[in-house]
């Protein structure tokens, strides 16, 4: 008997990055105190009156096949967002309801990429990516955005690595696992080489909901992006609802229509009293979201601050999301071998950021997505492990600092 080499294929380096995580769930579900700052689930209960609207559907048998792009009041309600947000009108046939972001990302990469394309993504990246878009047969092409720039776009980088054979671009805004924002001048940077190159433009924005300082701002409003840019969201990160498995494609009609098709194949539809809550929580979008959003501000902080004074590291603190990242360069240790034993030794569970990219090589990701007291703990932990690092091999203490 064989398998397919398909998965083996799309398989990224990245996929290992959650051996500590894994470790780290097992051995809490044994008992052992362990603080996990591995994964971005909020510890928040999805907003009562969304599971609600899920409770009472069931209850009325909304259980039954459901319209293969998601049902009309769902998508209206999606458009009509979204026409605020971009300042434009769009209506259902710019939308299509998906499980989640990821799936959106998967639907995006077979509805534009084939073999023999590139694909231009911004590095550090979300670890799923390579394998998302390497399913297509496409090839991933890699632009650095440097930490000693504070990750942010290098402009001229990005319209060097543009070929003839160049289709598309994917990146997150905000970015996981920098935080990043991109910035109106960095935007425009992008949707001109778009333009000027005929490529697709997607951009995943769970996280838009979720920015700390300033105004976020969307590709996709930019003059000449509706008819070559792709928004993919999601209730997973802003309405707690990561469980649930619910999020959308924005794009122009023809393209729905072929994520539509495909769709078809690989789902279905979606379940009729998921997007009954993902109705109720699309309108209320404001209302949930303001609050988480101060939440996590506050979070974001109490991280910042705990560790800002930790001689040996420094603290990337970040626009907008649920993450910080740390520079652990300074302890001697490499990010992997620093997280590994910041788990077995101080019972925290964090990801080694160089599996979302080289550029992120000598960082670790930990997620604020804990209680305050849960988070100030870990802080707690994670300082007496560095200076126990200090005390056992000399760390560089000279590198405490916030990097903004």
Known sequence: MRFSPFVERIAGQGVAAWDIHHAAFQAASQGEDIIILSVGDPDFATPSFI????????????????????????????????????????????????????????????????????????????????????????????????????????????????????????????????????????????????????????VDEVYESLVFDGQYHSLAALPGMAERSIVIGSLSKSHAMTGWRIGWLIAAPQLVKHAETLMLSMLYGLPGFVMEAATAAVLAHDQVTEGMREIYRRRRDLVVAGLSACPGIQVQAPQAGMFVLVDVRGTGLSSLEFAWRLFREAGVSVLDAAAFGEPAQGFVRLSFTLGEDRLAEACRRITQFVAKLGGDQGVNRGSNRVLV
């Open 51 to 202: 599971t609600d609207a899920a409770v009472n559907a069931l209850h009325m048998g909304d259980s039954h096949y459901t319209e293969i792009p998601g049902r009309p009041a769902l998508r209206e309600a999606v458009a009509a967002r979204y026409s605020n947000t971009l300042d434009r009108p769009l209506t259902a046939d710019n939308v299509i309801i998906v499980a989640g972001a990821q799936n959106a990302l998967f639907i995006s990469s077979l509805c534009l990429l084939q073999a023999g394309d590139e694909v231009l993504v911004l590095d550090p990246m979300y670890v799923t990516y390579e394998a998302t878009l390497k399913a297509s047969g496409a090839t991933l092409v890699r632009v650095p955005c440097s930490a000693q720039s504070g990750f942010r776009l290098d402009s001229q980088r990005l319209a060097a690595a543009i070929t003839p054979r160049t289709r598309a671009m994917f990146f997150s805004n905000p970015n996981n696992p920098t935080g990043v924002v991109l910035n109106p001048q960095e935007l425009q940077a992008i949707a001109d080489l778009a333009i000027a190159h005929d490529l697709w433009v997607v």
